[in-house]
């Protein structure tokens, strides 16, 4: 009864150092969505993929990556942290995009110093 | 400016009372809308989900959409304190693909 896992759950970078974000599902659903969330702001699309191999850059995409290796996963990483990207990064799930419910990750909480 | 505004409150309301969330979307040609509820430090889960014109009920909430005034619009009866939440609207990104875009929130506090 996994859902959408993430992990980590909490990190702390240094400017400049590198790190992927990892997110699976069991669902067996077909799009995948990495948002941010800042206070103020709500949630902010990084990037989408409707499905395994394809990814679409989103509202902020900027300072990141992305990888949809398989059906299951969906990786964000961050090549060159920077102070402006600390922040609450969710990663989504749905069967079929925008007709069908999102479930969300717990959250990675992501502070760069 | 975000495709999906909302106004970020803190709306407040007695116990009892109904609670009114508005958004409005920039987007004519969107389709389909969701609420979805956020404790603080927590993840957002789905509240409700409307395409079509008018009001959709779910219990103690109700939907409306009016497509001609680009408004959504989410309503709680006899609100509970356990009601006290962000709540954020989400619709299409502009641009095509199934893109979902989320409103800022409202936050919700339902006082005893």
């Known amino acids: 009864n996994a859902g959408v896992t993430q992990t980590p759950k909490f990190q702390v970078l240094k400017t400049g150092q590198s790190m992927t974000l990892q997110c699976a599902q069991d669902?067996?659903?077909?799009?995948m969505y990495w948002y941010r969330q800042d206070p103020g702001m709500g949630l902010r699309l990084i990037y989408y993929?409707?499905?395994?191999?394809?990814?679409d850059k989103g509202e902020v995409p900027n300072g990141y990556n992305v990888s949809r290796l398989n059906k299951r996963e969906f990786s964000l990483r961050l090549e060159s942290a920077a102070p402006s990207q600390t922040s609450v990064y969710f990663c989504?799930?749905?069967?079929?995009?925008?007709?069908?419910?999102?479930?969300f990750g717990q959250g990675t909480r992501l502070t760069v110093v | 400016q975000k495709e999906v505004e909302q106004n970020s409150g803190p709306l407040s309301v007695p116990e009892g009372a109904i609670a009114s969330l508005n958004c409005t979307y920039s987007?004519?040609?969107?389709?389909?809308f969701f609420w979805y509820r956020q404790y603080s430090g927590k993840s957002p889960e789905l509240i409700m989900f409307?395409?079509?014109?008018g009001d959709k009920e779910d219990g103690r909430f109700t939907a409306q959409l009016n497509k001609a005034s680009q408004y959504v619009s989410l309503l709680i009866r006899d609100s509970q304190p356990s009601d006290s939440a962000t709540y954020l609207c989400?619709?299409?990104?502009?641009?095509?693909?199934?893109?979902?875009?989320f409103g800022t929130g409202t936050q919700l506090k339902v006082e005893l």
């Open positions: 409307i395409y079509s014109n």
């Open positions: 989504a799930s749905s069967l079929d995009g925008l007709n069908t419910e999102a479930f």
């Open positions: 987007d004519r040609g969107s389709q389909s």
């Open positions: 669902m067996n659903h077909n799009s």
């Open positions: 993929s409707a499905s395994e191999g394809t990814t």
């Open positions: 989400a619709g299409p990104l502009t641009g095509g693909g199934n893109k979902l875009t």
